[in-house]
């Protein structure tokens, strides 16, 4: 294989972690070390992997991509002819919208995320738009269900009566935008099994179970779409006219985490320390992160390492002069938006289990007996 990463890729596609954390054995859910986010792009064997099923083994040759439904000529293409039209490539921030749940007082059902349920990478592909315009949209067709290989029973009340597969549907509006990709390529590579070989949908802005990997099936319909994942799992409760509606999740929202220190880290005292993060956003920019050592009362601004470009996230860092007195110090991060939208102080609980984006609390010990160390 070519190229520098091909000790953690092998031939079979399959990635050999190198430092990802087991959230659960089987299905595949592992977590990335959000505490090494030292490369703009996560390495793609560091990228996080979230499944509900078991991994399905398709090949090249015999792919097939379905789009139907509301459309004019119905079609079906192979692997080579999706390869040959016109490409794009951009980079986008995947957050699982249960990322962080770990923090969450009681402790919820679900996997127990801490920090690494989040990544960016960059994708390759043709524009959903691009397949719905040649397969000719419906005018009436209100979503697009986007449909993967991988099929099973879920686990959770209600269960569906029989096997279902793993779908989402995306509004017509967000279906046509630009910036939602069909992809095949992650970090210029063809996608590992783990990330939905051969092919993905890529829905930037939106948290991470919109982007339907192993994608096999394009379906647009007429009626509003009501599958398992975005009715029992995936939903949550908005309000309209005051009384509270389900609704499938959609954008990610604004968020900051600190990567640097880690949770419960040791310092020394009276020392510069570079608190450093990443924070991102849906269909907004962050245009600012402040970070508080004492845990909110006093904010200091930090400085992006990355410039602002929509959909991914955007490094930062600030130095800190730790403090002389040891103790516990309670550090948070807090992004600000272009409309100047502030990340929240709390989980709002409308969101049950998923949504976690307010500061989330970092513990540190300033350390006695680290103060000798250079
Ligand atoms: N077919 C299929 N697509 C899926 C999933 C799945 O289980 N099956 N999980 C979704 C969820 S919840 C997330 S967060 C992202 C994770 O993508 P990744 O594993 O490449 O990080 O994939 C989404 N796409
Ligand atoms: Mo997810």
């Given at each position: ?40 792009l ?47 490539t951009r980079v ?29 990478a960059e994708w ?63 970090n210029g ?186």
């Amino acid at each position: 294989m070519e190229g520098s990463k091909a000790n953690y890729i092998d031939n079979t596609n399959q990635i050999f972690s190198a430092g990802l954390t087991i959230r659960q054995k089987e299905p595949k859910n592992l977590e990335a070390p959000f505490d090494r986010i030292d490369s703009y792009l996560t390495p793609t064997e560091l990228f996080y992997i979230r499944s509900h099923f078991l991994i399905p083994n398709l090949d090249r040759a015999s792919y097939k991509l379905r789009i139907d439904g509301a459309v004019r000529s119905p079609l079906a293409l192979s692997y080579e002819e999706l390869r040959n039209m016109p490409s794009e490539t951009r980079v986008a921030t995947l957050e699982c919208a249960g990322n962080s749940r770990v923090f969450l007082v009681p402790q919820v059902q679900g996997a127990q995320w801490e920090l690494g349920a989040v990544s960016n990478a960059e994708w390759t592909g043709v524009p959903l738009r691009a397949l719905l315009d040649r397969a000719g949209l419906a005018e009436d067709a209100c979503e697009i269900v986007l449909e993967g290989a991988d099929r099973g029973t879920p686990k959770e009340e209600p269960v569906p009566p029989m096997p279902i597969s793993y779908t989402w549907s995306l509004s017509r509006t967000k279906a046509l935008r630009s910036e939602v990709l069909i992809a095949y390529q992650m970090n210029g590579r063809e996608l590992p099994r783990d990330h939905g070989f051969p092919v993905r949908a890529i829905v930037p802005g939106h948290y991470g179970m919109a982007s339907v990997k192993w994608l096999t099936g394009i379906q647009a319909v007429r009626e509003p779409f009501h599958g398992y994942w975005q009715t029992t799992d995936y939903a949550y409760w908005a309000m309209t006219e005051g009384q509270p509606v389900r609704r499938a999740l959609g954008e990610m929202q604004l968020k900051s985490q600190i990567a640097r220190p880690r949770v419960y880290e040791t310092l020394a005292p009276n020392r510069v320390y570079t608190i450093s993060g990443a924070a991102w956003a849906g269909e907004t920019d962050v245009t600012a992160i402040a970070v508080s050592t004492d845990g909110g009362r006093i904010w200091t601004p930090a400085e992006f390492i990355d410039p602002m470009r929509r959909h991914a996230w955007r490094r930062w860092k600030l130095d800190w002069l730790t403090p002389n007195e040891p103790g516990q110090y309670t550090l948070l991060a807090r992004a600000m938006d272009t409309a100047g939208v502030m990340q929240p102080d709390k989980h709002d609980r409308n969101y049950g289990t998923y949504v976690i984006n307010h500061s989330l609390p970092i513990e540190v010990f300033i350390d006695e007996s680290r103060r000798s160390q250079s």
